[in-house]
């Protein structure tokens, strides 16, 4: 299907009533991206390890005595389901709507529990996802005002997810962070910069979207497919921002297009080919001014 085509169906879905309803009709049952097929669900389960071991670089408790949260949570759960099967002590997730479904985080759990070899017990009932699995799953809820105490988080969570969220949203959702974290808490968010019309039009090069105004864009986004095209300083400014020091950021940087180069939109002329090109990265960070307390108590035991 043609990205526009794509973009237009969003729009009317997100338009008219019990449209979320039918959009995930849609993904189950006629492009039958839900539920995930199980080399898929494996391969997020290898990249909840990576996410895993680079909290144990980084955070100072091991995972059976840290609390995580995740913002974002989406229907199955795959994230907090990995990081649950290897041991986390509690895993609080949240989203803005309730999207989640008991069948796919079901299944889902059966997969990674024999990924992981950790035997879990199966999950009948959202109480045994709380029981068995040690995961709070809350929603509708606000990622801007959790409800949470103040330094009752050890580590912060986000995969593809920043990316669908306006840039005031996110400064107000990163000082929520920065207030429920601990001094010695980590933040790993993983971002998704590139064109997420791609994945429905390889004719379309992943920085597609540059090439277009806001003006001009604006008729492509929807609630079911909105993307802010912030670039990779973008990001990092926002962290700083809200008051958080960058430990480490991993951009995924590409090649410069010409055909992009010669199209950009003028608003992105202010940004370097590398900032441009760059198609997502990992951002580590910590509340600032904590950096070297957390490092004394990593280096005392």
Same mark, same amino acid.
């Given at each position: 299907?043609?990205?526009?085509?794509?973009?237009?169906?969003?729009?009317?879905?997100?338009?008219?009533?019990?449209?979320?309803?039918?959009?995930?009709?849609?993904?189950?049952?006629?492009?039958?991206?839900?539920?995930?097929?199980?080399?898929?669900?494996?391969?997020?389960?290898?990249?909840?390890?990576?996410?895993?071991?680079?909290?144990?670089?980084?955070?100072?408790?091991?995972?059976?005595?840290?609390?995580?949260?995740?913002?974002?949570?989406?229907?199955?759960?795959? +994230?907090?389901? !990995?990081? #649950?099967?290897?041991?986390?002590?509690?895993?609080?997730?949240? @989203? %803005?709507?309730?999207?989640? $479904?008991?069948?796919?985080?079901?299944?889902?759990?059966?997969?990674?529990?024999?990924?992981?070899?950790?035997?879990?017990?199966?999950?009948?009932?959202?109480?045994?996802?709380?029981?068995?699995?040690?995961?709070?799953?809350?929603?509708?809820?606000?990622?801007?005002?959790?409800?949470?105490?103040?330094?009752? +988080?050890?580590? !912060?969570? #986000?995969?593809?997810?920043?990316?669908?969220?306006?840039?005031? @949203? %996110?400064?107000?959702?990163? $000082?929520?962070?920065?207030?429920?974290?601990?001094?010695?808490?980590?933040?790993?968010?993983?971002?998704?910069?590139?064109?997420?019309?791609?994945?429905?039009?390889?004719?379309?090069?992943?920085?597609?979207?540059?090439?277009?105004?806001?003006?001009?864009?604006?008729?492509?986004?929807?609630?079911?497919?909105?993307?802010?095209?912030?670039?990779?300083?973008?990001?990092?400014?926002?962290?700083?921002?809200?008051?958080?020091?960058?430990?480490?950021?991993?951009?995924?940087?590409?090649?410069?297009?010409?055909?992009?180069?010669?199209?950009?939109?003028?608003?992105?002329?202010?940004?370097?080919?590398?900032?441009?090109?760059?198609?997502?990265?990992?951002?580590?960070?910590?509340?600032?001014?904590?950096?070297?307390?957390?490092?004394?108590?990593?280096?005392?035991?």
């Amino acid at each position: 299907m043609h990205w526009q085509a794509k973009a237009r169906a969003f729009t009317v879905l997100s338009a008219i009533p019990f449209g979320e309803g039918l959009h995930y009709a849609l993904q189950r049952y006629v492009t039958r991206r839900l539920p995930r097929p199980e080399k898929q669900i494996r391969s997020i389960h290898t990249f909840a390890q990576q996410l895993l071991r680079t909290y144990s670089e980084y955070g100072i408790r091991p995972l059976q005595a840290s609390t995580f949260f995740e913002f974002g949570a989406g229907r199955d759960l795959i +994230i907090p389901l !990995a990081f #649950s099967a290897h041991g986390v002590k509690r895993f609080i997730t949240v @989203d %803005i709507e309730r999207l989640s $479904k008991l069948d796919l985080i079901r299944s889902n759990a059966a997969i990674i529990s024999k990924a992981s070899g950790s035997d879990r017990p199966g999950i009948a009932s959202w109480d045994d996802l709380d029981r068995f699995w040690n995961i709070e799953y809350r929603a509708p809820a606000d990622a801007r005002a959790t409800g949470l105490p103040a330094n009752s +988080i050890d580590c !912060a969570v #986000s995969v593809e997810t920043l990316e669908h969220i306006p840039k005031a @949203d %996110i400064a107000a959702i990163l $000082k929520e962070l920065r207030r429920i974290l601990r001094p010695d808490g980590v933040a790993l968010m993983q971002i998704d910069y590139g064109d997420h019309f791609k994945g429905f039009d390889p004719a379309i090069s992943a920085f597609n979207f540059l090439t277009y105004s806001d003006e001009e864009w604006c008729p492509f986004q929807s609630r079911f497919q909105y993307v802010n095209r912030l670039r990779h300083s973008e990001y990092l400014q926002l962290f700083k921002e809200a008051g958080f020091e960058i430990l480490s950021d991993r951009p995924d940087c590409r090649s410069p297009e010409p055909e992009i180069m010669a199209r950009l939109a003028p608003q992105f002329r202010q940004f370097s080919e590398r900032d441009l090109f760059t198609l997502g990265s990992l951002i580590v960070a910590r509340p600032a001014d904590q950096g070297k307390d957390a490092e004394r108590t990593r280096a005392n035991g």
